[in-house]
């Protein structure tokens, strides 16, 4: 078959490549080496239009959700959107009360796909079991200008009282609308022309395995459904028909690498390059860290059956080469965000919906986050307005700069490594004293619906002299995997009054490496009251950087 033929030569042709012309920039680089971004993004589905590769991800109760990452190479992604800009999904994603929470629960895989017919992004997730939600964006000229998008303006376009769990959308040549969804017994369904109901829906393949994490493609003439059987394999369905029959075989088996003490690559997809080079994007359990992708080429039988391209010894490679030689590039994830513009990168996410009166971004040429307090509790995982960042492995510094000028009394601001359980460096305002204060034992409870077991415990303090308006206040975490190992990973908590000189507080926390929360620990700033709101702080910047 014609593609085949192509793809094969085409890698080889890859790896014998001359080394390319240009700079040192990384995009220029002869090889990649895995992980790609060595960042929590799971479930992913990767697509691209024209130059541009975009990659969506799952979020749970963070706020904007489903991130769209961009890249031009397959390596250097940046975020750039977010599909669900507001967690439409009822009242507990506002974070009502202790009782009325959605940790764990929102955005779970999800599919993103492009409509050239109506140059339209279509995103569809299932959230809770019970409905399926669709936001589109729409206007975007992707498809006229090269993949690159001006605008998104992502609208909640229908919902239907259907799960379509881990679900793969696929936009067929001829404009139907097709998605595959379901676990253990694999289903397709047919949407209305405009993806807001369902035509028809029918089981399409079991084994009695539980699999699930479906993504749909068609590709020369083929229908194919990715699948995951957790968390080890890839297996891969075909059919001449989106109907089925459908034959499977095995893309990945517990395949090891490319890092240690993190899971075998799955649950990912693929995706095609212009030069008609095809590759498997997966991602790995790498907690405490989280899930984070890898990437390798794959190869085609003649008969359309994919293969993944490994290492000598049979593993998933560290190194590959570079996937598109290009010049065009994105920023890098680490550096330091001032908060300037009218509104927030796509680096960040809130711990559910935001209050959005109780923030805003200063402008001017400084720039600059306020935080008012937005809830009165002494429950962090109660309080709105929680800002998170994902974590930059292996190891990372997190610094928030603060002025802390107008907090209330009774208030607590601070710098978190966020997560189910957690700790943290900050300030609580007692009278006009400011204490400076290292709190662990935060945690929610899994084994009880996650409702809150322990609100925090200060373990180590001091007080800040007279007339101090500013800290820094630093994060610093070592996200190496241990997923399934007894070593806990260790993060430390650093303030400084000057920015310069860091002094660190408390011992070092030990993060766990469970899974359930499925999300890995993040970077977190947070300002809540204990006794009446009013209370102010300005996030100046934050930075983060990669530590040795
Ligand atoms: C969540 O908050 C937003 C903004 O305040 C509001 O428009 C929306 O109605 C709230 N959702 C629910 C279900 O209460
Ligand atoms: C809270 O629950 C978590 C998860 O079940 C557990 O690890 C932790 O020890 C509990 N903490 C307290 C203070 O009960
Ligand atoms: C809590 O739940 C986890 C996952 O279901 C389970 O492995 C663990 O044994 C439970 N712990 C307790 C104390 O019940
Ligand atoms: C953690 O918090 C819980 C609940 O407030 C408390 O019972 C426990 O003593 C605390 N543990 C430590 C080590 O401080």
Known sequence: MRFSAIACSALLG??????????????????????????????????????????SSSTFAFSPGAPVLKSYDLVNWTPVSHSVPTLNFGSKYNLTSATDRAYVQGIWASSLRYRES??????????????????TASGTGAKSNNGEVANWDWKATASVNKCYYDCGLLVDDDDTI???????????AQLNKDGTAEVKSQQVYTDGTYIEGSRMYKINGYYYIFVTKPATDEWVLKSKSPWGPY??????????????????SHQGGIVGTKDNNWYY????????GGR??????????SDGWPSLVKDSSGAWGKTYPFPVSTSKTVPPPTGTDNFQGTSLSHEWEWNHNPDTTKFKLLGGSTGGLQLSTATVTDDLYTARNTLTHRIIGPKSSGTFRIDISKMADGDRTGAALFRDNMAYIGIH??????????????SIDLNNSWKTNATGTVAASTTLSAGTTEVWLKVQADITPAFNTATQRTT?????????KFTQLGSAFKMTNDWHFFTGFRYAVFNFATKALGGVVQVKSFAMEKVA
């Open 247 to 264: 034959e499977m075989k095995v893309l990945v088996q517990s395949i090891a690498g490319p890092l240690a003490n993190a899971g075998a």
């Open 429 to 442: 305002r007692e009278g006009t004293t400011d204490k400076l204060v290292y709190v662990n034992n935060l």
């Open 492 to 500: 430390t908590f650093w303030y400084s009054t000057d920015g310069s």
């Open 118 to 135: 109506t140059d339209t992004f279509m995103w569809i997730g299932c959230v809770e079991s019970s409905k399926s939600y669709l936001w």
């Open 292 to 301: 984070i992708p890898v990437v390798a080429p794959i190869t085609w039988s």
């Open 178 to 188: 097709y998605v595959a969804y379901g676990s253990t017994n694999i289903m397709v």
């Open 14 to 55: 890859l790896i014998h490549a001359s080394p390319l012309a240009g700079n040192s920039l990384d995009a220029r680089a002869a090889t990649f080496t895995n992980p790609v971004l060595w960042e929590d993004y799971p479930d992913l589905e990767v697509i691209r239009i024209g130059d541009v590769f975009y990659y």
């Open 281 to 288: 994007v997966a991602f790995m359990d790498s907690f405490p």
